[in-house]
DNA sequence: TCTGGGGTCCTAGGACCC
DNA sequence: TCTGGGGTCCTAGGACCC
């Protein structure tokens, strides 16, 4: 048994529902989904739901009658409610380790220290914490590696006896073979439904078979990421803890609409509102776009599915919001065909360098520091919120037909003071 | 009527250069 | 008959993740 760093996973369980909960306890023991923007598809649910075999991903519109009639609840989804929950949990767990990698809204990787039950106790305890001071139920795996660390995360959930908890370090080489075995290889971590399939075919079935690979041999056949997948786990940590959330490397804004645009002129609407968030993004982590893409396309379940891309690169790095609206619709408003029904239209923003560096390396520019929109834009919304005041189009707030659907909506209860919850004595 | 959104990393292949 | 070879940069797309 070693006393070495051991590394934990910390997972929110069912994360958007438990949140949905945490404000409204009717849902408790209930079957509750939420639901994609716009309403679109099932991407979280609670036990009970599953139970009743609501998949992921499911449409919402084509099981909604029935899962109704089954009693499931249906929530639009609240990011601005979870995103707030999310940064509450990743506080707490600041305070029981040094090092916290925030790998996604419901998960953090933590680096634990001590004996193998010291670690466990630890667990133990941020366990307790977060559903005491947050609301939060949480699952924790810990291993020598993320990637076991996240299969014994899978583990924490489905043995009630570890309730909650699994720490690899607690079993003998021998144990640990026979639950490698017990997983199948396209569980694993890393590994995606297509190279599951590709695995197989090898005769790899198991997360056991893969660990005993030879790794040179997976490396040729499927790449460096795969390799690293097999030295995971065999406990050769490969994948360092990323403890400060680097900027993004790309950014985007993207949404399907309500109903389908056509127009030149909705496109404008679209792109004008899309470049403004896209960007407030991009100033936020004081950054500059040297390239922007954006795209309108029809929907990919009817006939005749098509795309129009467009890439253009700025001859100076920008976060100006008017300048990428104005490229925006040069570039994507020729390809408009009246005739098409678009019901998606995005826009990233890639390449980006430092607005410090850049400023300091543009001794030559002879064009004038133009109207600084964007900070304006930014300063006013972070203090009267999103749709206080926006540039043309984006700053009205009537309903404009293709907004998200959003009809089961929770209340902002953490950052609202108009809708925080209401509570009633028995 | 109705099917999400936002990321990362890696690789293949084209363009270009000498 | 026979059409270099190697390097870099760039981009699109694949695969994966939550």
Redesign the pocket.
């Known amino acids: 048994m070693s006393d070495l760093p051991s590394i934990a996973i910390v997972d929110a369980n069912n994360?958007y529902v438990s949140c949905e909960r945490i404000f409204d306890p009717r849902l408790e023991g209930k079957p509750v989904v939420v639901l994609?923007?716009?309403d679109?598809?099932v991407?979280a649910r609670s036990q009970e739901a599953k139970t009743l075999g609501i998949d992921m991903?499911s449409?919402?519109?084509?099981i909604a009658a029935e899962a109704t009639a089954r009693g499931v609840i249906a929530r639009s989804s609240n990011y601005e409610l979870y995103g707030d929950l999310s940064a509450r949990t990743v506080e707490l767990l600041g305070r029981y380790t040094s090092s916290q990698e925030v790998?996604?809204?419901?998960?953090s990787f933590i680096r634990l220290t001590g004996t193998p039950q010291q670690v466990t106790a630890a667990a133990r305890e941020i366990r307790v914490a977060t559903k005491k001071l947050i609301g939060l139920p949480v699952s924790i795996g810990i291993a020598p590696s993320k990637t076991l660390a996240?299969l014994a995360n899978r583990g924490s959930k489905t043995a009630p006896a570890l309730l909650g908890v699994c720490n690899l370090a607690a079993y003998a080489p021998a144990q640990l073979t026979s639950i490698l075995q017990s997983v199948e290889v396209g569980q694993?971590?890393?590994?995606?439904?297509?190279?599951?399939k590709k695995l197989i075919g090898l005769g790899i079935y198991t997360a056991a078979e893969l660990r005993d690979a030879d790794a040179a041999r997976v490396r040729r056949r499927f790449?460096?990421?795969q390799e690293r997948v097999v030295q995971e786990l065999r406990g050769n940590d490969c994948l360092p803890l990323e403890e400060m959330h680097?900027?993004?490397?790309?950014?985007?804004?993207?949404?399907?609409?309500?109903t389908?645009i056509s127009t030149v002129s909705e496109l404008k609407e679209v792109l004008s509102v899309y470049t403004q968030r896209a960007s407030a993004?991009l100033r936020q982590q004081n950054s500059l776009a040297r390239?922007m893409?954006c795209y309108a396309s029809t929907?990919p379940?009817q006939d005749e599915h098509v795309t129009h891309?467009v890439?253009l690169?700025f001859p100076d790095p920008t976060d100006d919001p008017v300048e990428m609206y104005r490229a925006a619709i040069t570039a994507l408003g020729p390809q408009l065909q009246s005739d098409r029904q678009y019901?998606?239209v995005?826009v990233?923003l890639h390449?980006f360098s430092s607005r410090d560096t850049h400023a300091a390396l543009d001794i030559f520019d002879t064009n004038p520091a133009p109207f600084a929109a964007g900070n304006v834009l930014d300063s006013i919304t972070a203090k009267y919120g999103q749709e206080t005041l926006g540039l043309g189009l984006a700053g009205f707030k009537s309903n404009r037909a293709w907004t998200?659907r959003r009809n089961m909506v929770s209340p902002r209860a953490t950052t609202h003071w108009d809708e925080l919850a209401t509570v009633f004595a028995q």
């Open positions: 994360f994609s923007n716009n679109g598809c991407i991903a449409p919402w519109h084509s790998y996604s809204i419901d998960e996240k694993v971590w890393g590994i995606g439904g297509r190279t599951a790449g460096v990421v680097a900027d993004r490397d790309q950014i985007q804004f993207s949404r399907s609409f309500a389908p993004r390239l893409r929907s379940f891309a890439s690169a019901v998606r995005g990233s390449e998200m």
